[in-house]
């Protein structure tokens, strides 16, 4: 007779969760085809190992395991802090995060809202392409480092100025942190996740692959439909916004001063 019992069952339901999402994670990262690889030298390993009992092998393939866990632990490093992250931005665990952080104020008292929302509505009118990264939690200190160092006070006008097509700082993407522009002309990893439509281009693939990285926040304007996309999380979480979707949405995620 079998013992199953209620340990048994979480503990199956629990490795099933972290199987789907290194599975997903691998999707997202373009490594899927290195998901189905460690999965068959899983299998391997256990037909090896414990139901074979050949010891030799099993020997083997014990230390390949030990130095392959290091190994992908070093080659998967930020997909492993995205993980961490994504864990502790979860709404279940948002009573750990208003102990360690700040209380955030009514939008109505952050003017930088409005500025670029603002200029948000005057591209998308005009189809000026835009990439502005809104910074959160985790700092984005190397990818302002890679662009031209602003620091300069939230303005629509600048914001408008910067992006112009004939603008030497409009091709990459701006920083927004501590309510300051802290860099333009940043470049960012590009996500290489394959369920993206082919109707987006390296401007949207750019603003997925910062989100997955990070908890930054993104706002894509479209210089083919000047439309405004709004990402977070490795995800689009709207598409096409108007000015009040968007200063809706800055309103639930930017610090006052």
């Given at each position: 007779?079998?013992?199953?019992?209620?340990?048994?069952?979480?503990?199956?339901?629990?490795?099933?969760?972290?199987?789907?999402?290194?599975?997903?994670?691998?999707?997202?990262?373009?490594?899927?085809?290195?998901?189905?690889?460690?999965?068959?030298?899983?299998?391997?390993?256990?037909?090896?190992?414990?139901?074979?009992?050949?010891?030799?092998?099993?020997?083997?393939?014990?230390?390949?395991?030990?130095?392959?866990?290091?190994?992908?632990?070093?080659?998967?490093?930020?997909?492993?802090?995205?993980?961490?992250?994504?864990?502790?931005?979860?709404?279940?665990?948002?009573?750990?995060?208003?102990?360690?952080?700040?209380?955030?104020?009514?939008?109505?008292?952050?003017?930088?809202?409005?500025?670029?929302?603002?200029?948000?509505?005057?591209?998308?009118?005009?189809?000026?392409?835009?990439?502005?990264?809104?910074?959160?939690?985790?700092?984005?200190?190397?990818?302002?480092?890679?662009?031209?160092?602003?620091?300069?006070?939230?303005?629509?006008?600048?914001?408008?100025?910067?992006?112009?097509?004939?603008?030497?700082?409009?091709?990459?993407?701006?920083?927004?942190?501590?309510?300051?522009?802290?860099?333009?002309?940043?470049?960012?990893?590009?996500?290489?996740?394959?369920d993206i439509s082919k109707d987006y281009g390296l401007r949207?693939?750019?603003?997925?692959?910062?989100?997955?990285?990070?908890?930054?926040?993104?706002?894509?304007?479209?210089?083919?439909?000047?439309?405004?996309?709004?990402?977070?999380?490795?995800?689009?979480?709207?598409?096409?916004?108007?000015?009040?979707?968007?200063?809706?949405?800055?309103?639930?995620?930017?610090?006052?001063?």
């Amino acid at each position: 007779m079998i013992d199953f019992g209620i340990k048994d069952a979480i503990d199956i339901i629990a490795v099933a969760f972290l199987l789907y999402y290194f599975y997903k994670l691998m999707k997202d990262s373009g490594s899927l085809h290195t998901f189905y690889g460690i999965l068959i030298f899983v299998v391997l390993w256990i037909i090896v190992s414990p139901i074979l009992e050949m010891k030799l092998m099993g020997t083997i393939f014990d230390k390949l395991v030990s130095v392959g866990v290091l190994a992908l632990i070093i080659l998967f490093q930020e997909d492993i802090r995205r993980f961490f992250l994504t864990l502790g931005s979860n709404n279940q665990f948002g009573v750990f995060r208003k102990i360690f952080s700040k209380k955030k104020t009514k939008s109505e008292e952050n003017p930088a809202i409005m500025q670029i929302v603002r200029a948000c509505g005057f591209m998308s009118k005009n189809n000026i392409g835009a990439l502005i990264i809104i910074e959160q939690n985790m700092s984005l200190s190397d990818i302002v480092h890679r662009g031209e160092v602003l620091d300069a006070n939230i303005n629509a006008q600048l914001i408008k100025n910067i992006f112009f097509k004939n603008s030497p700082l409009h091709d990459g993407a701006m920083v927004i942190r501590n309510n300051r522009i802290s860099a333009a002309a940043c470049i960012l990893p590009v996500s290489h996740n394959t369920d993206i439509s082919k109707d987006y281009g390296l401007r949207h693939r750019a603003a997925l692959g910062i989100t997955q990285q990070s908890d930054a926040v993104a706002i894509a304007v479209s210089e083919e439909t000047g439309l405004i996309t709004i990402a977070q999380r490795g995800k689009f979480v709207k598409q096409g916004a108007n000015q009040e979707e968007l200063e809706s949405y800055l309103t639930s995620i930017m610090q006052t001063e």
